[in-house]
Structures are given as C-alpha cells and as structure tokens.
C-alpha cells in the first residue's frame, strides 16, 4: 500500500522560508514522478511544483516561479518544496502528490495524472 506523509508545515511569518517533506513508501520511488499541490480556503487545489523520477528535470506554477525548489532523494524515498519570502496569500494545505512516470515522457502539472496523495500539511503565513 502507497503511503505519502507530508510534514513541515506550521505558522511561517510573512518573509520567512518553509521547507516541506513527504516520505513515501509502498512504491519504488525513482519510478514516480513527484509534486507538490496546495489548496487554500475557498480555492480549488493548483499545482505548485513537480519534479521528474530522476529529479532531471522540475516544474514549476508560473506565479510561484523563484519562489520555489523542489527537490528529491531518491535513497531516502522524499520529496522537499523550499519556499523562500513567504506571504499569506501561500497560506493553504499543502499536498503532496506521485504518480507513474514512463521513461523520457514530459512532466506532468495536472492533478488528475496524479495516482497518490498524501493527507496535506497546513502552512499558515501570518502578517
């Protein structure tokens, strides 16, 4: 059975950084592509970063874009989003997200590619 567990979140201060992780199991890890949602009261979940089963290659939502790194180990089964200059509209759950990833496809941002997700991690940036 696929277990993703997030953990990192909590009260950032508007400025600050945040690293989030998500460890999986129940998966050969370097098989799967991996990514970060997130979704804030009110809002529909969007896709905020991916990164491809090697970690060759990652993608990013364009508002996010210098804001963000995603990174992986895949000898330790996780997945890291660093988030730099945080504000509170970043405020949200914080999903984390695999799904199957063919060798030398393109990497994929829509949720519904997604075959796992983990329960999310609450980030909450105070002003």
């Known amino acids: 059975q696929v277990h993703l567990v997030e953990s990192g979140g909590g009260l950032v201060q508007a400025g600050g950084s945040l690293r989030l992780s998500c460890a999986a199991s129940g998966l050969t890890f370097s098989n799967y592509a991996m990514g970060w949602f997130r979704q804030a009261p009110g809002k529909e979940r969007e896709f905020v970063a991916g990164i491809s089963r090697s970690g060759s290659m990652t993608r990013y939502a364009g508002s996010l874009q210098g804001r963000l790194t995603i990174s992986r180990d895949n000898a330790k089964n996780t997945v890291y989003l660093h988030m730099n200059s945080a504000n509170p509209e970043d405020t949200a759950v914080y999903y984390c997200?695999?799904?199957?990833?063919?060798?030398?496809?393109?990497?994929?941002?829509?949720?519904?590619?997604?075959?796992?997700w983990g329960q999310g991690t609450q980030v909450t940036v105070s002003s």
């Open positions: 997200a695999a799904y199957l990833q063919a060798l030398f496809s393109s990497l994929r941002d829509d949720e519904g590619r997604y075959d796992y």
